[in-house]
């Protein structure tokens, strides 16, 4: 795996998580 594919799938992750727990207020992240 390269590191900027690595980077880029992390950034996504965090990004998807920060939404969720901004759509949901119950989670516990």
């Known amino acids: 795996m ?3 594919v690595r980077l880029i799938l992390g950034v996504g992750i965090g ?3 920060t939404f969720l727990a901004k759509k949901s ?3 516990s992240v």
Request: aromatic fraction near 0%; charged fraction near 10%; hydrophobic fraction near 45%.
């Open 25 to 27: 207020p119950s989670s």
């Open 15 to 17: 990004v998807i998580l």
């Open 2 to 4: 390269n590191i900027r």
